[in-house]
């Protein structure tokens, strides 16, 4: 409308809502929530157990080798154009050899597409899948990215459950009996976000059996590959790949990236990886020693020690198992031990302001009344952040 004019304009734009739905049901969106009833005047430093970047913890620094490959990228000044879609040759070519050193097959660059993480990888597949009436079956809990893309896709979501009482192994049962002729694909996390857990060989066939007989494809969520410490060895889920077809998503940001013409056609109008990182993969790969894995997964270890056997002191929360891999735990909240909390998003409101530990209400993941707790941070701040939420139970204990 014109200054001084008094005739009313009628917009014919407004804020897309969808977008605002799906932003709520992401794991930033509820932190973020938390994070704003953190005591401003508390002087102790802020726990983060809530998130899954351990980058900030000098124990968890990432390798100098991979530091020095993206400064020799750049410097190298033959990565400052675009690149391919599908990104560039040198890194795809690198990461289907690397990847291949676990598989019984060899795949080619041809079978690799660089994305901009995990996230953007998500995004591709289900923006790919996402016909008329298709439904995709996902785990509970899980990672909520899947769900805020699913509903921006308009992608019918449908979850089986993970159970807790079997290791947190998929109800194959559920699969079977939510499927129908409109199921493109489900999804499976391993090592497990959030849950902590390793699937077995045995049940990772068995996972890739039922998607062959529902005819479906399998989305491996394995971003938190090789980060394993307990008694199952991590196995890719493309070793069954001769069983059912199967899409792997990883991200070099954890262990240190890949996710047949839909998804082309889709990075064609998407953005993509910086090429000085794509320029560094190859050099990463190469040169990063096994040593600085071991160092990663020892003190993994160690923490999920600390947290496992922390919680055993905290009546009010309970672990099912102990984890075995990534960098997450769920933990069951007992509210009948509590005298004024209400349920796990009181419970994270509540500790966040009383004792400035971020953790992450289960809600967010799919289980109400849950909490995950992040392990990956230093040893003695993981040590003092369970200290804290023993002694928020202490406070908020039912009196006997």
Known sequence: MENGSSTAVRWGFQGNKGLSKASAITIRGILNEVMENIDKADPRPIIPLGHGDPSAFPCFRTTPFAEDAIADAVRSAKFNGYSPTVGILPARRAIAEYLSKD??????????????????????????????????????????????????????????????????????????ALADENTVAMAIINPGNPCGNVFTYQHLKQVAKTARKLGILVIADEVYDHLTFGSNPFVPMGVFGSIAPVITVGSISKRWIVPVDCIKGFLNISADPATFIQGAIPQILEKTKDDFFSKIVNVLREAADICYYGIKEIPCISCPSKPEGSMFVMVKLNLSLLEDIKDDIDFSFKLAKEESVIVLPGVAVGLKNWLRITFAIEPSSLEEGLGRIKAFYQRHAKKQ
């Not at 597409?113 to 790919?128: D, F, K, N, S």
């Not at 769900?147 to 159970?163: G, K």
Request: glycine letters at 4%; one cysteine or more.
């Open 103 to 176: 598989l019984p097959y060899k795949l080619s660059p041809d079978d690799v597409y660089l994305t901009i993480g995990c996230t953007q990888a998500i995004e591709v597949m289900l923006t790919v899948l996402a016909r008329p009436n298709a439904n995709i079956l996902l785990p509970r809990p899980g990672f909520p990215l899947y769900e805020a893309r699913a509903a921006f896709s308009h992608l019918e979501v449908r979850h089986y459950d993970l159970l807790p009482e079997k290791g947190w192994e998929v109800d194959l049962d559920a699969v079977e």
